[in-house]
């Protein structure tokens, strides 16, 4: 007989924050009737200077069974926390779960970007996705690499083996979910290996404060100059000469002035 939920929930803290606040945003989503168009990611919006997308895209889903899956998969995936020993545990997970979301929705990016201006593929100029999935992938492979033995549970009945889960769960979802986002899964499995072998390392409380707070400092004013949401107590504007910037407080105070650069289909992941 399986421990009680309370005592898993303890055992998986951040995993169970993380399932919580996915949760919380699909509620939200669903409740205001927000459609994927305004949350997903894609290279067009980016383009249009969206970065704030790369965060949102990540803990949206379209759907309960969009939001079930990919939860389902990540509470299995909550052991980590308990493998300190493995140099993981609750703090690197954390650490490189936040490394997950914004590397891996880069590359994503990156992959489109070639996709597009190589091939000349326009249909990945417009396409949208969405979804925690990267995230789960990656954390998929690198549990793979550091506990070749562990299996993957989803939905209490289908076990995996850990060591090829990330390449069988690519393949599965893809022809079971056909508008799953392949390369946003394949992008979460490679920030995966990349972290797992150490190409990606040295992750610490002050490089995860620092991370956060600048990418809480590009996600405030990528919003505000993106048009999508009016931060009244800033202003962003233009200078004369756009290579000297200039920063300072007007008014009472609280509005901040300063020079800026200015820079179809949908995917679940």
């Not at 951040?14 to 009737?33: L, V």
């Not at 927000?34 to 980016?46: K, M, N, R």
């Not at 995966?192 to 809480?216: D, E, P, R």
Request: with cysteine.
């Amino acid at each position: 007989m399986g421990k009680p939920l309370f005592y898993e929930i303890l055992e998986k803290p951040a995993t169970s924050c993380i399932i919580g606040i996915c949760s919380g945003i699909w509620f939200y989503i669903q409740k205001k009737n927000i459609g994927y168009q305004h949350v997903g990611l894609s290279y067009e919006t980016a383009n249009e200077g969206h970065h704030w997308r790369v965060i949102t895209s990540a803990f949206s889903h379209i759907s309960v069974l969009h939001l079930v899956f990919n939860m389902s998969a990540l509470w299995s995936l909550g052991v980590i926390e308990q493998l300190d020993h493995l140099g993981l545990g609750v703090a690197n997970y954390l650490h490189y779960t936040l490394v997950l979301v914004v590397v891996s929705g880069l590359l994503v990016l990156g992959m489109y970007h070639f996709l597009i201006q190589r091939f000349k593929i326009e249909y990945f100029r417009r396409v949208t996705a969405v979804g925690y999935s990267c995230v789960v992938f990656g954390w998929m492979t690198i549990l793979s690499v550091k506990q070749p033995s562990s299996k993957l549970d989803l939905f209490g009945f289908l076990s995996l083996p850990i060591s090829f889960a990330p390449f069988e769960s690519l393949i599965f979802t893809s022809i079971i979910v056909p508008q799953a986002s392949f390369l946003g899964h394949l992008s979460g499995i490679i920030v995966g290996y990349a972290i797992a072998w150490g190409l990606i390392h040295g992750m610490t409380n002050y490089w995860a404060v620092s991370m956060l707070g600048w990418i809480t400092v590009v996600f405030i004013f990528s919003l505000k100059h993106s048009g999508a949401y009016d931060f009244s107590f800033l202003e962003i504007e233009s200078v004369t000469d756009p290579s000297l910037p200039s920063v300072r407080f007007i008014g009472n105070g609280r509005t901040l002035q300063m020079n800026t650069v200015p820079v179809e289909g949908i995917q679940i992941v």
